[in-house]
Every structure is written in structure tokens, then in C-alpha cells.
């Protein structure tokens, strides 16, 4: 049990650490520039989209889908906790300083790209037949050949 929440832990610390990382860029880098702040924070979420994807991957070949995904929505929602409250305050912002429309809005591209890179990777994963439900066919397959087939006398 401790290993599954040092994973989650892991997770939500490495997506909240991209955030932390693109809001400091923007701070001290594009402070007035509202083009480059988009384009970093685009950047931010294609860094997240990845690293879910895979994450995705590498525990969807040693789970099932069920075990992993809740680890997966856990640190997820751990980091868009962290991101959405904690991450303004760190450059010296309120979490509600643009609106509550701001405030939703980051709430739903966070989510949107986590979905996306979480869906990307697994359906890469599915369609090479490296996932934990395939390879426990695929063995279960290779089981039922390799035993003779019982000779029935009538």
C-alpha cells in the first residue's frame, strides 16, 4: 500500500512541478506579454498531456485498467488541487485574482489535457496488444494450445 501512494505521490509532485516551472517562466520571463504566456502555458499542458501518456503506459502494462486509472485521477486531482490554489500564491497571485471564469477555466484545460495524454497513451498501449488485459489473454491463449486435447472414447 505504501508503494501505490509513493507512486501517486510521485506524480502529483512531477505534474504540480510543471506548473510550478511554466508559472515561473511567465513571472520572470513574459510578465506583460500575453502571447508568450498562452504559448508557455500551451507548452505546460502538452509537457502534462505526455507525461500522463506515459505513465499510462508503463503502469497499463503491469496493472489493470481499473488499479491504475484510480491511482492516475488521484495524483491528478492532487496536482490541480495544488495548481489551481497553491500554484498562483507562489508568484504572488490569488488563486480567484482573474475571475472565477479564469479560475474554471484552468480547472477545465487541466483536465482536458490530462484526459487527452491519459487516453493517448493507453489507446497506443491497446492497439499494440501490450496492455495488461491483452498480454492475460494472449498467455491464457498460449495455455489452452499447448495442452493436448483429450481423447474421448465412445
Request: charged share 20%.
Amino acid at each position: 500500500m505504501d508503494k501505490r501512494w509513493r507512486g501517486i505521490g510521485v506524480l502529483a509532485a512531477a505534474l504540480f512541478a510543471v506548473n510550478v516551472v511554466a508559472r515561473l517562466i511567465i513571472h520572470f520571463g513574459f510578465e506583460g506579454d500575453d502571447t508568450a504566456a498562452d504559448r508557455v502555458s500551451l507548452g505546460m499542458f502538452v509537457v502534462i498531456g505526455l507525461i500522463l501518456a506515459g505513465v499510462a503506459v508503463v503502469w497499463g502494462r503491469r496493472r489493470p485498467l481499473g488499479a491504475w486509472e484510480a491511482d492516475t485521477a488521484a495524483a491528478v486531482a492532487i496536482a490541480l488541487l495544488l495548481t489551481v490554489l497553491l500554484g498562483p500564491l507562489l508568484v504572488g497571485d490569488s488563486p480567484f485574482a482573474g475571475g472565477a471564469g479564469t479560475f474554471f477555466a484552468q480547472i477545465w484545460l487541466y483536465l482536458g489535457a490530462t484526459g487527452v495524454g491519459t487516453l493517448i497513451g493507453y489507446l497506443v498501449l491497446t492497439a499494440l496488444g501490450r496492455d495488461h488485459r491483452s498480454q492475460t489473454l494472449k498467455r491464457y491463449a498460449e495455455a489452452k494450445a499447448a495442452k493436448p486435447r483429450k481423447v474421448v472414447r465412445r
